[in-house]
């Protein structure tokens, strides 16, 4: 009988703090997205012009942006951010981000994007499980990097997998022409 009674202590102990968890990580990340926000405003590009450089990227608690808006700031570059309603913070959100992390597919806006007139583009995602989050792998899939220099950054807590850094790259080279032949290519 005692045992039974621990025993429900217990579970009753468990389900409460399961249920805590993402109570409690949804909290943080939405203050910690404010106050990022505040940090490092973008300045704005330093031509609109041919040849320049573009920074695209999701983030949902803003460290990504954090990133990106320094990276545009001290490269003059055009700033995009890539709107995913499914991960918005919030409990929805978290879960399923949790849900989908491995994921390549995802409902962004905007989808396609004219970049025709930037030489360079870096594409900025946090990490989910070990790889990019699904928003950036649908930006890349719905848009083109002909002749493009691309640059991936990310941030994250512990580890980037060197296999999803592989896959990405096979990725966005099956969304681009080459400007030149790589060296030994032929015909
Ligand atoms: C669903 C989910 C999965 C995550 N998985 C990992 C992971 O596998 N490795 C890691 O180092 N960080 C992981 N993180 C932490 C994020 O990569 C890290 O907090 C990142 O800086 C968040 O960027 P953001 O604020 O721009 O959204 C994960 C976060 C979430 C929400």
Redesign the pocket.
């Known amino acids: 009988m005692a045992i039974t009674k621990w025993g429900l202590l217990v579970l009753a102990f468990l389900v409460v703090t399961t249920a805590l968890v993402p109570v409690a990580v949804t909290f943080i ?1 939405k203050r ?2 404010r106050e ?1 926000q505040r940090l490092v405003p973008y300045v704005g590009p330093l031509t609109d012009g041919q040849g320049g450089t573009s920074v695209v990227y ?8 954090l990133a990106a808006r320094h990276i545009a700031n001290r490269l003059g570059a055009q700033l995009f951010e890539l709107d995913a309603p499914d991960y918005r913070l919030g409990l929805a959100g ?1 879960a399923n ?2 849900h989908d ?1 491995r994921g390549e597919e995802a409902d962004i806006s905007p989808r396609e994007m004219d970049l025709s007139r930037f030489d360079t583009v870096y594409l900025g995602s ?6 990019p ?1 699904p928003p950036i792998w649908a930006f890349v899939e719905n848009n083109r990097f002909d002749g493009k220099r691309v640059v991936l950054f ?7 997998s060197e296999d999803s850094i592989a896959r990405f790259r096979v990725k966005v080279m099956a969304r681009a022409r080459l400007s030149t032949m790589p060296p030994g290519g032929g015909g």
């Open positions: 990340e910690h997205a990022l999701f983030s949902r608690s803003g460290n990504i942006a978290w981000a949790m992390a946090p990490v989910w499980l070990y790889s989050a990310n941030t994250f807590n512990s580890e980037l």
